[in-house]
């Protein structure tokens, strides 16, 4: 039975991550800034209150954690605020998305990494929108630069982390159902956190710092 702490939990595929390796028969520690009915009613511990732009607040989520190991972190929690052309771009809106999902996952990766040890495995969840041969449709910009900015994190994270056994892997869920797109992506929650948990399950040293499909396809940068 691995511990398994997954970020950003209360909702959409965070949600769904944490309900199938319950079911499996791991032990999952959700974190989340405020919990939902749904997560309450999965047997599993919760950490909320927890804040990804926050030191101080991963700091506690950190301290709650303290002296019990962690198998597998998923840093799952991420926004997607602005989706306008250049012209009508939020550039404080952009700022948040760095904030969340760039440097979210290096402050907690960086908090619970005391709890890590040869074998644990980091897992950010990103997106082909981070990679720079998916910029077809244009807009979007602090979506698609800071999620390229979470995959240079994992990808040097991974290199800082193979000395002390420790795997590293960036993924792509798909186009997912969730309230992020509207629930419009023809991905259900279920099929995606799957095939993420899949992909973490196959994950070794040959593997760390690289960058997949939920499905299973390994992605350009």
């Known amino acids: 039975m691995a511990h398994v702490v997954i970020t950003g939990a209360n909702r959409g595929v965070g949600l769904e991550l944490a309900r199938q390796f319950a079911a499996r028969g791991d032990q999952v520690t959700a974190v ?14 919760i950490v909320d209150g927890v804040d990804m732009t926050d030191d ?13 190991a962690i ?4 840093n799952n929690a991420g926004v997607f605020l602005d989706r306008n052309d250049l012209e009508h771009a939020d550039l404080d809106a952009i700022a948040t998305e760095f904030d969340v999902n760039a440097l979210g996952p290096l402050r907690v990766s960086r908090a619970l990494l005391p709890m890590m040890g040869e074998g644990g495995k980091i897992a950010i969840i990103s997106s082909i929108r981070g990679s720079l041969d998916d910029t ?6 602090g979506y698609r630069m ?23 892997i960036l993924l792509h869920p798909g186009y997912v159902a969730t309230d992020m797109t509207s629930h419009q992506g023809p991905v259900p929650t279920h099929k ?3 095939g993420i948990i899949e992909r973490i399950d196959a994950l070794d040293m040959e593997m760390t710092g690289t960058f997949w499909h939920a499905e299973g396809r390994h992605l350009p940068w």
């Open 146 to 168: 800071s999620k390229a900015a979470a995959n240079m994190a994992g990808r040097t994270l991974s290199v800082e982390l193979a000395p002390r056994g420790i795997a590293v």
């Open 71 to 74: 198998d597998i972190l998923v």
């Open 32 to 45: 989340c800034r405020s919990v939902s009915d749904s997560l309450k009613a999965l047997d599993v511990e």
């Open 136 to 141: 077809a449709s244009g807009g979007s910009y």
């Open 192 to 194: 995606a956190a799957a």
């Open 56 to 68: 101080a607040s991963v700091a506690r989520l950190a301290s709650a954690l303290k002296g019990r």
